[in-house]
């Protein structure tokens, strides 16, 4: 459990922010750029000091503005992996991999420097100088070193954000193996939604240095009222699945969630696992009835919870599907021509193109041990 | 090849201008340290103070060693008295006056590095669980290692040649503190001394260049072990 | 703008320049540094004797000479060794028929003030004992006349091999002087003229004059610099007025 209260002033900028993460998986703070999410991560940290407040991690307290108390970085067992990397130019990756494990002093250390360097596949590049790697190669090796200081947490600071699309769609699963095969909390800052909805189990989000709202994903993103401060066109909703069944024949799979069923192009999954699904507004349509002449595979019956006016052209409908929700964004003129107000039954349309696999992430395996 | 004379005078160059840089590089690392990184009152006066000598001229700079370290002078006289340490007319003496000159100088270098350290890699060292003291060693000081290694060659190179400070501080004692610059000044000041000065300018060439030489591989050498050039 | 700042500094050039030329005829006196004091108090009165305003240079007589012989611009040279005026009359850099003998001084022991002694210089002197396990301040015996007038005193005594080890050679007489006046060294041989303007000092003992050659303070006519100037200062250094502040000075006069 991570408990955080701090106020800090830093020139004209001012972090005013309380919030709770629970104490596994992996806690995503979210925000725009200037928000103020590297402060606060920098707070946990012990790189800033907080004017005022309370940083407790897992039942030690880091900091506490009110008894005096304020541990040093290096006595936080925190792994801090940077935007930039920082990896030691003095140092092979070896000897950088090293550097928090010799001073963790652990005879028989948790994360085993050889496990960390299998699971991140930096094993080929020990011998080589930082400066010789590509940017990924860092990241990985930034990582790796995090780990081995045996942190009882793990702090990522937009550790993607240096890097183009294709190296982050490499390194991304190198973190989900992180949360699985290590069972390591982690607090990871983004202004990216893609990375936030692949990665993060509980989300705080962070605006003009105040937390606007924190909790499960799933949960914050099917809010409405925070759509400006997760931005327009990336609106939607997250759903928890589980796979159900593959169609070798037309190469689809099956998921299933509390609310009903859908069909997607082929998930490269065994039945069983866990998968979260990102559906776009923008890639829902409503009809009154189920239309059974149509070419869209996945039509969800639900009821309409909310409606909220977005820029006069638009309107974004909360639809309630069985246990979940999904939003759709629909034209003004269309609600009102079908009449549409809450408590409508309708039919939510979504085509199974729209569901590709860049929509789609993975969640921890069942095996895996709380925290 | 070479006379007693001419021995000694190399002996005790080479032997001043190393303990000079020796016992200097710790007190300039720290006094870089304080100036790059100090935040406090008289930080200016004590900047002031550490270049003082590479403004004054040398004889003054001996002159107020003298005041100082002499055996009449505060820090002397106590050296004397507790230690029965003379500083005039000793080696020692010798190295102090050339140490002091050249501390500016290596100062100066090693600020510069100390300067273009990246202060993340000091914070991602902390959380990596180094304390303050163990970033110092482990990341700081490698980092800095150009600018010692330069400061520490500029420093030897400004000793070898230091002759003002010295001879007014530590005087010219044949076999103690004549240093090559002292040897030639005494060569000149004999009549018939003409053919000794000579001998001895063409060996403070030779160690010059060879002092070059060392300069030019151990910049070689640091900048392979930080991965650069 | 720029033509203003040249002219400004065209003028002041000129300026300076022509200050120059306006000034009286200038006499550069090159001297042994023990003659100092005295010299400097008859500048004075040698201006108006001679018309030329009397500029010094005090260094020790090997360094003067060198630098006469190097082609120094001097007018006067006056050494406290003959070996020196002897080295410019070899290299012929002297005006034939100008070199006269001044004054003599007297060699002596001094130690600091605040720790006074008295002592009788003889072969029998426990040297080594005084200056304990510090060092004697003498002028350079290889080039420094008073030094080597001191290792010849010294020698004569028998007391060199006791302290040859343990010197303290300083460039000049007045070096030698500031030693034993900071304490540096706790006994020094210098110019009984030295020890007589410095407070911080004592005279411990006075060397015997056999112990060593005659010293001689001689003074000639730098070559090609002969003027009516130059001579009429030689003959002022004769004068009865000049030998009255040589002997305050504790100079000894021929």
Known sequence: MITFTARKQLGSFQLDATFTAPPGGITAIFGRSGAGKTTIINLVAGILQPDQGRIAVGGTVFCDTAGGISLPPERRRVGFVFQDSRLFPHLSVDGNLRFGLTRAREASPRLAFDAVVRVLGVGHLLSRRPQSLSGGERQRVALGRALLAQPRILLMDEPLASLDGLRKADILPYIERLRDEFAIPIIYVSHALDEVIRLADSLVVVSDGRVAASGPLTEILSRLDLQPLLGRFEAGAVLDCRVASHDAHYRLSTLEFDGGRLRVPRVDRPAGEQVRVRLRARDISLALSEPVDVSITNRLAGTVTAVVDRDGIFVEVAVAIGGSSIRALVSREAYDRLGLEVGRPVWALIKTVALDNRSLGLLRTPRREDA | MLTPVEWDALRLSLQVAASATLVSLPLAIGAAWVLARGRFWGRRLLDAVVHAPLVLPPVVVGYLLLLALGVRGPIGGWLDRTFGIRLVFTTAGAALAAGVMSFPLMVRAIRLSLDAVDGGLEWAARTLGATRLDVFFSVTLPLMLPGIVSGCIVAFASSLGEFGATITFASNIEGETRTLPLAIFSAIQSPDGDQVALRLVILSFVLAIGALALAEVSDARVRKMLGRG | ?254
């Open chain 3, 1 to 254: 703008m720029t033509r203003r700042w040249l002219l400004a500094v065209g003028v002041f050039v000129l300026a300076a320049s022509a200050d120059a030329r306006l000034e009286e005829p200038a006499l550069t006196v090159f001297a042994a540094s023990s003659l100092t004091p005295p010299l400097e108090q008859l500048a004075a009165r040698a201006r108006t004797v001679t018309g030329a305003r009397v500029r010094f240079s005090f260094a020790s007589s090997a360094t003067l000479a060198r630098q006469i012989d190097a082609g120094a611009g001097a007018d006067i040279i006056m050494t406290a060794d003959d070996t020196w005026m002897t080295y410019l009359a070899d290299r012929r850099r002297l005006e034939s028929g100008t070199r006269t003998a001044i004054l003599g001084n007297r060699l002596v022991m001094v130690v600091p003030a605040d720790q006074p002694i008295v002592v009788q210089l003889t072969p029998r002197f426990d040297l080594g004992r005084l200056i304990g396990r510090g060092r004697l301040a003498i002028g350079d015996p290889s080039h420094v006349p008073a030094g080597t007038y001191a290792r010849e005193a010294l020698m004569a005594l028998g007391l060199w091999s006791t302290v040859e080890h343990a010197l303290a050679p300083a460039d000049s007489a007045r070096a030698a002087l500031a030693l034993v006046e900071r304490g540096e060294t706790p006994a020094g041989i210098v110019y009984e003229s030295d020890a007589a303007l410095s407070s911080k000092v004592v005279v411990a003992g006075v060397f015997p004059d056999t112990s060593h050659r005659p010293i001689v303070y001689e003074a000639a006519i730098v070559r090609g610099r002969d003027t009516r100037a130059a001579r009429a200062y030689l003959a002022f250094l004769r004068s009865t007025e000049a030998r009255a502040v040589f002997t305050d000075h504790r100079f000894t006069v021929k």
